[in-house]
């Protein structure tokens, strides 16, 4: 079978497989996501295994610690899936949810009723754990999923998607409402985003060149996963003490994700106090900076930043500054350089915090806090597929509610249209 009816297959069995989850109880889908907790706590060593292989070819290829670190798997990690599954199993099923209903004049009653997309095809590099993630989430909103990982990952997300469907199996579920690609190769996913008779929904989560690729190539609407270039303003009226502390968390913390700062805006009232502090605690982080010329008169010895650097998502230790002479010059920096991911603020000034919160145009604005907090289990949502960058037709963390849409119902008596 070549890759193309191999994929056309897979996308022909979620079909069926979204029409049968239509009918699965709310406790036959936290059933089944119990059973793969006990799944994957028992082969655990197994999805270990598999990882180090993927790892250690990453690193023959000499890709890039960061992207390493996202690869990587460890006890604690899935410990961390098994917390996921746990989390989704406890949050409400928003599937049947009747959101708003009323009644005509003429006796009608109309409601509006949340229900599952139908099969998604989730397409996202490194981070294998995210299988369990999007799993756990498409099972919990009644909908089929099609996983294409990246080619780094395929060991780790072809054992965990077996442990998957093993699960389904034993919990009555359909096998193929969670399925994988296990072809690597590039024509697999331009297959998949056309399949537009079987796929309701393309979901990306990777680099701009993956983005780019499949927004240029489907004929499936796409809910992206787009870069985060992250800023943090340090205000005039900020805190030094808090600004230091959420500023290191932002970069430092875990810089290879999305969600970490890659630009860090200082207001020049406070610039020559925060500055100095700000860098000792980075150089004891080994974090790069690069700066702008007024940041480069406090900061002398570090390297310049060039235009480029604003529209750079570093993933790394590595991190651009520019000092800035007001909260409006700020605010137009991240809306001109920005991917409209996670911004934050560090003030006192509720004027200021308000103004930042209206005028940045972000799916995650922060006031005193790391942006390292637009995460879907942070935000109490359970898990995410991606933090969507866009604003139709879900903005911000793409959890349960986001996997549904809603249809309308309508109640009658008999009544015909004059």
Known sequence: MGIKEEVIKIARDAKAASYKMLSISTDDKNKALFIIAEELYKNRDEILRQNEIDVENAKKKKLSPAFIDRLTLNSKRIDEMLKVLNDVIALPDPVGEITKQWTRPNGLIIARKRMPLGVIGFIYEARPNVSIEASALTIKSGNAIILRGGSDAIRSNICITSIVQKALIRAGLPQNAVSVITSTDRESITHLVRC???????????????????????????????????????????????????????????????????????????????????????????????????????????????????????????????????????????????????????????????????????????????????????????????????????????????????????????????
């Open 196 to 418: 537009k008779e079987y796929v309701d929904v393309i979901i990306p989560r990777g680099g701009l060149n993956l983005i780019r690729f499949i927004e240029e190539n489907t004929l499936i609407p796409v809910i992206r996963h787009d870069q985060g270039i992250c800023h943090t303003f340090v205000d005039e009226f900020a805190d030094i003490d808090m600004a230091v502390r959420v500023c290191y968390n932002a970069k430092v913390q875990r810089p290879g994700v999305c969600n970490a700062m890659e630009t860090l805006l200082v207001h020049s009232n406070i610039a020559t106090k925060f500055l100095p502090i700000m860098a000792e605690e980075y150089k004891k982080a080994n974090v790069e900076l690069r700066g702008c010329k007024k940041t480069k008169v406090i900061l002398p010895y570090i390297k310049d930043a060039v235009e480029e650097d604003w529209r750079t998502e570093y993933l790394d230790l590595i991190l651009s500054i520019k000092v800035v002479d007001s909260i409006d010059e700020a605010i137009e920096h991240i809306n001109t350089y920005g991917s409209h991911h996670s911004d934050a603020i560090i003030t006192s000034s509720k004027e200021n915090a308000e103004k930042f919160l209206k005028l940045v145009d972000s799916a995650a604005c922060y006031v005193n806090a790391s942006t390292r907090f637009t995460d879907g289990n942070e935000f109490g949502l359970g898990a995410e597929m991606g933090i969507s960058n866009q604003k139709l037709h879900v903005r911000g963390p793409l959890a349960l509610e986001g996997l549904t849409s809603e249809k309308y119902i309508i109640y009658g008596t008999g009544q015909i249209r004059e």
